[in-house]
């Protein structure tokens, strides 16, 4: 069978999924995005704004491109990359560096403003908010470009890179550890400056910090980090780990972030509001409860996704790493004085080795309402499970389990207006999203994939 038809149908294994008598529809098939379209080149996501029809894909070589269904053509809105026009503070791809994240204000059909997640020309992550003009295709107002956020790394790796809004309109960026095996400058269990590790390989480098980046972000790492970037901090003394030398942000801290203020852990980076994370490659909010699930891509034993409900949104967490991998204890050291909280998922090596987290389901389907679905890349499978009772998810994925192994690499998952969910792949250059034939209930879908 060809993966690059249109149509792929899934080998579904008899997984029972007991949520509300809920199974997988057995004629559940991934349908090509944009059957006639060139392929996209290592492509990182798909997003839909708020009352829009567009779909923008960012790919990882610096590319943001949109489609304008029925379109069959992939228009290109801007290219840090070759070819293209690198930022301010230039732009670096591969390995796992690139434009890695993309949202949308919650207020778009109004400010219809955007923000991307990338890594700079020293390797380091860097949040820019950018216009988008309201023209047919949109085009990208670079001078509208505003830096809201910077963090030194330490390694090529374990970018993270993820950005989304949550349900309380506040901006969620999660941070990997920076890199190097086993967390060699103990990022993800740091939170304060106090904690950083300065060892010749875990040194801000100098470009870094000669323009105008904080060394003191280095804490930020391994964390999720939540911004509100409708306001900004003005010059002076804080606890903010990623300000300017003043202490003046493009951005300010949520009230209710667990460690704002002096609140809890004196010194407290008061960007983070969770940490003991690897690399939270993708996550995303349940568009109907605002609860948070999180693909955390583990070292060598373990993949894990983790779980917040909406109530505990702004309760500090930490999920373990680098002192536990999963349910498994790992070499690290756990921050002292705080306890870890499990994983709602959990497999080892045999089934997966590099997670990603995907969605849950709140499309047209009404069998799948409900159902998240995730996977990993390296196995090329795709999983699911539903929430069995409040932050317990069954069933756990195995290598005889999984709803599909593709042959391509899976790079992440996106969501439309209507709950639809997407896979986005990453080899082969192409968009599929998740249908059942006999159990679509909206209107009729188009030959190209289109609603």
């Given amino acids: 069978m060809s993966f690059e038809s249109t149509l792929i149908s899934l080998a579904l294994l008899s997984v029972s999924l007991s949520l509300s ?8 098939e991934l349908i090509d995005f944009c059957p006639t379209c060139a392929n996209l080149s290592s492509p990182l996501g798909i997003h839909q704004p708020p009352g829009s029809t567009l779909f923008f894909i960012n790919e990882q070589g610096g590319a943001l491109k949109v489609i304008s269904p029925p379109s069959t053509t992939f228009a290109t809105l801007l290219n840090f990359g070759n070819g293209g026009t690198a930022p301010a503070g230039g732009f670096t791809s ?16 109004s400010n219809r403003f955007i923000f991307l997640s990338y890594t ?3 390797g380091d992550t860097m949040l820019a908010r950018y216009t988008l003009s309201d023209a047919s295709p949109p085009e990208v107002d670079i001078s509208s470009r505003l830096v809201i956020f ?19 309109g506040f901006l969620y960026l999660g941070l990997g550890d920076g890199g190097g095996g086993y967390d060699p400058c103990n990022r993800a269990q740091s939170i304060t400056p106090a904690d950083i590790v300065n060892t010749a390989s875990c040194t801000s480098d100098t470009s870094f910090t000669s323009s105008g980046g904080n060394p003191n972000s280095r804490a930020l790492l391994g964390s999720m980090i939540r911004l509100d970037v409708d306001r900004i901090t003005p010059a002076g003394n804080n606890e903010l780990c990623a300000s300017d030398a003043d202490g003046s942000a493009n951005y300010a801290i949520p009230a209710s972030n667990p460690f704002a203020g002096s609140r809890q852990i004196a010194g ?12 939270p490659w993708r996550f995303s909010f349940d568009r109907e409860t605002g609860d948070l699930l999180m693909g955390d891509v583990g070292q060598s034993t373990r993949e894990e996704v983790t779980f917040r409900a909406n109530a505990q949104l702004s309760t500090a967490a930490n999920f373990g790493w680098s002192c536990r991998e999963g349910f498994l204890w790992a070499p690290g050291t756990c921050r002292a004085g705080s306890s870890t909280v499990d994983p709602v998922i959990d497999y080892d090596t ?20 409900g159902v998240y679905f995730f996977a990993d890349v390296n196995r090329t499978r795709i999983w699911s499970a539903t929430q069995t009772a409040p932050g317990v998810f069954g069933p756990q994925p195995s290598a005889s389990n999984a709803l599909l192994s593709t042959g391509w690499y899976i790079s992440s998952f996106g969501e439309d207006n209507v709950g639809n969910v997407y896979v986005v792949g990453y080899t082969n250059g192409r968009i599929y999203r998740l249908n059942s ?15």
Avoid: K, W
Wanted: with cysteine.
């Fill in 150 to 168: 910077r963090t030194a790394q330490d390694f090529p790796n374990h970018n993270g890179g993820n950005i989304t809004f949550g349900p309380d």
């Fill in 350 to 369: 045999s089934a997966g080795s590099s997670v990603v987290g995907g969605y849950v389901y709140r499309g047209p389907i009404l069998q799948m309402q």
């Fill in 21 to 28: 008598a809920q199974t997988v529809p057995d004629d559940l």
């Fill in 437 to 451: 034939r006999s159990s679509i209930t909206t209107d009729t879908v188009f030959q190209n994939g289109f609603e």
């Fill in 268 to 279: 407290a980076c008061d960007e983070i509001v969770y940490f003991g994370l690897r690399n």
């Fill in 94 to 109: 591969g390995d796992e560096s690139g434009l890695l994240g993309l949202a949308f204000h919650p207020q778009f059909t």
């Fill in 120 to 122: 700079d020309g020293n």
